[in-house]
């Protein structure tokens, strides 16, 4: 048809990428780095004692407490030695595959702009996410799928909603298209019963004709030239989508691989799936959310954190196991992180609060190396130390495994040449240390 997309055409990447596709397992609300992947002696010892390491920034400074320790225990996985909580037990059998960065840092203790900052770069609302940006710059494989998939979570919307996946002021046919769990993942996609396929047919024939004139009227409009490409690929997806997302003809080994046989595990673990079968078709970009912002454990820290492990845990590492059994790790990142991390102290009884001078992610695949920690934080946890990573400079390392040279990925903007990085600003590097 006549939109088939130059924009979703592939391009050459600017050096020979290590991975062609992205897996984001994102975790709103701010995991606890030291309950989970950053294990520290020392809140055990000064539990319930005054924090002895000077002033803290405190997000709700009027709750604050004393040390709060974590009632979980640690221990060292795969032959790499990497320490993790046992409330990861599953993770923790991917160890010889994960970089495990301990040493992150963001730029807001505050959810929105945290979520803007480690989504689009910055704190400012109204940016390309940078799956938009990857998309910009690479385009896609299949021009049968969205080339940037967001599986939401049937619960409802992540905290800050869709601009989670937006593509901001680049042009719309970047943004992500989220697919719901269920039947009908994408809403009026089946044609309606009773409309013979000629009919159809004819219908999308007269379709193009209508938008051929319209785009000819006003070829400078990119919502409309997005909003016809994406009809004709919905045309398209008539067939592809329903094929991509049944699960049906899965074995029943990897049915147990990724949790679906146990009603904790299922949900997370169908969309776990869904995202592998999405890259193995082209698919570019994939993002799994959670409703709402559920690792915000302001209060029940220990308890809210065991249920969330419990449902996460077993689909994540199956995620990686089933790539890599596929032939599809070393071309697919996967990427588990949260928009920030939790304090040392006790917020009220039992709860963490926000905290921006550290946290934890993985990441596997893609280049990355393999049962490898990188980067330290202080005694308590509180503020990364040592090899620190800002999130610019995740970015710039990711950009930097699918072949794109994160200085050179620009788009006009408000009289500038604009990038995820805005390194001149941000001073982003790659950080060759993460990359085998």
């Known amino acids: 048809m006549l939109f088939r997309s130059a924009a979703l055409a592939p391009k050459p990447s600017h050096f020979t990428p290590r991975a062609k596709a992205v897996i984001s397992l994102f975790q709103h609300g701010g995991p606890s780095q030291m309950d989970l992947f950053d294990y520290k002696p020392e809140l055990s010892r000064w539990h319930g004692k005054p924090y002895p390491g000077g002033n803290l920034e405190i997000h709700f400074d009027k709750q604050a407490g004393n040390v709060l320790g974590s009632p979980y225990r640690f221990r060292r996985y795969g032959d790499c030695g990497m320490d993790l909580s046992e409330l990861l037990p599953h993770t923790g059998s991917i160890a010889d595959e994960i970089t495990l960065v301990r040493s992150m840092t963001t730029g807001s203790v505050d959810h929105e ?23 910009y710059g690479l385009g896609t494989e299949n021009q049968n799928l969205p080339a940037y998939v967001v599986l939401a979570d049937p619960g409802g919307l992540p905290v800050d909603g869709e601009r989670n996946w937006s593509s901001g002021w680049l042009p719309a046919i970047y943004q992500g298209t989220p697919f719901r769990s269920g039947d009908s993942p994408v809403f009026n996609l089946k044609t309606p019963s009773g409309i013979p396929a000629e009919a159809r047919r004819n219908q999308l024939a007269f379709l193009e004709q209508l938008n051929r004139s319209h785009a000819s009227v006003h070829p400078e409009n990119t919502e409309l030239a997005a909003r016809i490409q994406n009809y004709e690929i919905a045309a398209r997806m008539q067939a592809t989508v329903p094929e991509a997302l049944d699960l049906s003809g899965e074995s029943e080994s990897t049915r147990k691989l990724y949790g679906l046989d146990n009603p904790v595990t299922a949900e997370y673990g169908r969309r776990c799936l869904m995202a592998r079968r999405l890259v193995e078709r082209g698919v570019r970009f994939v993002q799994l959310f959670l409703s709402g912002q559920p690792w915000d454990t302001h209060d029940k820290n220990a308890e809210r954190l065991k249920g969330l492990c419990t449902r996460t845990d077993q689909p994540s590492a199956a995620l ?35 905290n921006r001078h550290a946290f934890s992610l993985w990441l596997a ?15 308590f946890g509180y503020k990364s130390a040592t090899d620190v990573v800002s999130v610019s400079d995740l970015h710039a390392t990711l950009l930097q495994t ?3 040279d994160h200085t050179r990925l620009t788009f006009p903007n408000d009289g500038r040449m ?13 950080v060759p240390k993460l990359l085998a």
């Open 418 to 430: 604009a990038s995820l990085t805005d390194h001149e600003v941000t001073g982003a590097e790659v």
């Open 365 to 379: 695949g893609g280049g990355f190396r393999k049962g490898y920690v990188h980067g330290a934080t202080d005694e």
């Open 113 to 135: 702009s945290a979520l803007r900052i480690i989504h689009t770069g910055r704190f400012l609302a109204g940016l390309p996410s940078w799956g938009s940006w990857a998309l």
């Open 320 to 354: 990686v196991k089933d790539l890599k059994q596929r032939g599809l790790l070393d071309s697919t990142v996967v990427l588990w992180t949260g928009e920030f991390g939790r304090l040392p102290v006790s917020q009220g009884k039992d709860g963490r609060d926000h």
């Open 402 to 404: 699918l072949g794109i």
